[in-house]
């Protein structure tokens, strides 16, 4: 069955610090992918979504995804994490067929320390 | 803008009782969608509407009933509420229904069942 993984429920990093969120997916064909931001007491937000072309793409918030199909994967980075960072980050996919309806995984919660 | 508004954004309800979520976008966006969050867990469609009159069940529907009688609004009906539907809900919209189409998403509804 077609799904996306979150290893990491928690990650903690400092103020400045680098990050890197990770997100495989189990899908035989090409996904459509997307990284989805939820702030304390808000909605989703759309950091960034890849369909095909390059790897690499950049999304708000200084944050970048790079698409591995070897590995199945679509990490989400940020050089260096701001303390309004501090949120949960979804990973999601399409499926072929199934029109504009998002899978998600199950979050990975990010707390930034000053 | 308001972009997708939701109320209430905090219910608490007994087994057994009803209840309506409303649903609000004036993005003139003809795909609506709803979702529910559970803790640890990535957010599941439970709903989804293509325009006014049109609506088809997502992965999780036992439950709950929609209407979309207009294009900007998509309730969500819970008939007889049950401890299982304790969660948050989401509701969003976009443009179209192509996959990679941006979904917006709403503040979200904080359920309790007790």
């Known amino acids: 069955a077609q799904s996306v993984t979150q290893p990491d429920i928690h990650i903690t990093v400092s103020e400045g610090a680098s990050l890197e969120l990770r997100c495989n997916y189990s899908?035989?064909?090409?996904?459509?992918l997307f990284w989805y931001v939820q702030s304390p007491g808000q909605g989703l937000q759309l950091l960034l979504k890849y369909f095909s072309g390059d790897t690499l793409v950049q999304g708000i918030k200084g944050f970048e995804a790079e698409f591995k199909r070897s590995q199945s994967s679509f990490n989400l980075r940020k050089p260096s994490v701001h303390w309004s960072d501090a949120a949960e980050y979804f990973c999601?996919?399409?499926?072929?067929?199934?029109?504009?309806?998002?899978?998600f995984g199950t979050g990975t919660q990010l707390k930034v320390e000053l | 803008n308001a972009g997708v508004t939701q109320t209430p954004k905090f219910r608490i309800l007994k087994i057994g009782q009803s209840m309506t979520l409303q649903c609000t976008q004036d993005?003139?966006?003809?795909?609506m969608y709803w979702y529910r969050q559970d803790p640890g867990m990535g957010l599941k469609l439970i709903y989804y509407?293509?325009?006014?009159?049109?609506?088809d069940k997502g992965e999780v529907p036992n439950g709950y009933n929609v209407s979309r009688s207009t294009t900007e609004d998509f309730p969500l009906r819970l008939e007889l509420a049950a401890p299982s539907q304790t969660s948050v809900y989401f509701c969003?919209?976009?443009?179209?229904?192509?996959?990679?189409?941006?979904?917006?998403f709403g503040p979200g509804t904080r359920l309790l069942v007790l």
């Open positions: 509407s293509v325009g006014a009159g049109i609506t």
């Open positions: 999601a996919v399409t499926l072929t067929g199934g029109g504009n309806k998002l899978t």
């Open positions: 969003a919209s976009s443009y179209l229904q192509n996959r990679g189409e941006t979904q917006y």
């Open positions: 899908y035989g064909a090409t996904p459509y």
């Open positions: 993005m003139n966006h003809n795909y």
